[in-house]
């Protein structure tokens, strides 16, 4: 199981590169990767205006800065990374 979330967010990393090319050369502008707010937003924007209050209310402003600003791809590809090495593990 933890090889295929593995290869969920290996792929779905792989596709936001994709995107995040797309978008930076349609605006010839230099690449770079959409953060995690906007990507968000761009799928569903209720349920993260949603998550930003309920993080703001109960934890702190500069909470959802740290949860929200990084890029995405890194993100993704990181999970994968760790999914990848729980799946080794789990063998061993």
Request: charged share 15%.
């Amino acid at each position: 199981m933890a090889r295929l979330i593995a290869v969920v967010f290996f792929l779905s990393g792989v596709a936001r590169v994709w995107f995040d090319w797309q978008l930076t050369t349609a605006q010839a502008k230099p690449f770079r990767f959409a953060d995690i707010a906007s990507v968000w937003a761009e799928i569903h924007p209720g349920s993260l205006e949603i998550l930003q209050a309920i993080v703001g209310q109960y934890l702190s402003p500069a909470t959802w800065e740290i949860i929200a600003s990084p890029p995405l791809v890194p993100v993704l590809f990181g999970l994968a990374f760790i999914f990848w090495v729980l799946r080794k593990r789990k063998k061993r």
